[in-house]
T-cell receptor
Framework: GAVVSQHPSRVICKSGTSVKIECRSL??????MFWYRQFPKKSLMLMAT???????TYEQGVEKDKFLINHASLTLSTLTVTSAHPEDSSFYIC????WGQGYEQYFGPGTRLTVT | AQKVTQAQTEISVVEKEDVTLDCVYE???????LFWYKQPPSGELVFLIR??????QNEISGRYSWNFQKSTSSFNFTITASQVVDSAVYFC??????????????FGQGTTLQVKP
């Protein structure tokens, strides 16, 4: 159990368009989901913490109007990159924390975004 | 502030050699968790271990072993008799009870391990 999926796995979009990435916990309820960003050969940087039914908490330096996060249900969180630019190209990874299971996080397979 | 440092950026070994990946952390929390993850070229993070701050027992799982020492704030990872399939980026991470108890992970910079045949 504890499987997290992300869709799409890869996406290429044109500069100025918006892209939505979905993160789903397939076999458990996730009260908290996290969104990370990873540049090539770099570490994972936490972008925001998403709690079901409430507004996301963004890390310092992350533009909330550019990276819209919605956690509409206990199994789904979405990240929308609005008006994407080439510098937004990156590997985006989500993780989900299972209700009542302490600090264990289960990671999705990641989404590679390329903005042309 | 919380911080995780993996001083080794890249390590290259020959198959069957033992290799240790270092991890040093900083936190003011008295209760915290430490993790190791493996990231193969596919990009998906693979969970390896979680250790809480009250458990300093070393752990062994097959060819993998972990040495947790609170006195030096270190949580090192050793692979014995390395194999080519061990080639990946390895991340050490920290989650503390502070920061609103969100459970967010602070990652180290990662160590790229290359195991040559």
């Amino acid at each position: 159990g504890a499987v997290v999926s992300q869709h799409p796995s890869r996406v290429i979009c044109k500069s100025g368009t918006s892209v939505k990435i979905e993160c789903r916990s397939l076999d458990f309820q996730a009260t908290t989901m996290f969104w990370y960003r990873q540049f090539p050969k770099k570490s994972l940087m936490l972008m925001a913490t998403s709690n079901e039914g409430s507004k996301a908490t963004y890390e310092q330096g992350v533009e909330k109007d550019k990276f819209l996060i919605n956690h509409a249900s206990l199994t789904l969180s979405t990240l929308t990159v609005t008006s994407a630019h080439p510098e937004d190209s990156s590997f985006y990874i989500c993780s989900a924390r299972r209700w009542g299971q302490g600090y264990e996080q289960y990671f999705g397979p990641g989404t590679r975004l390329t903005v042309t | 502030a919380q911080k995780v440092t993996q001083a080794q950026t890249e390590i290259s070994v020959v198959e069957k050699e033992d290799v240790t990946l270092d991890c040093v952390y900083e936190t003011r929390d008295t209760t915290y968790y430490l993790f190791w993850y493996k990231q193969p070229p596919s990009g998906e993070l693979v969970f390896l271990i979680r250790r809480n701050s009250f458990d300093e027992q070393n752990e062994i799982s097959g060819r993998y072993s972990w040495n947790f020492q609170k006195s030096t704030s270190s949580f090192n990872f050793t692979i014995t008799a390395s194999q080519v399939v061990d080639s990946a980026v390895y991340f050490c991470a920290l989650s503390g009870r502070g920061s609103g108890n969100t459970g967010k992970l602070i990652f180290g910079q990662g160590t790229t391990l290359q195991v040559k045949p």
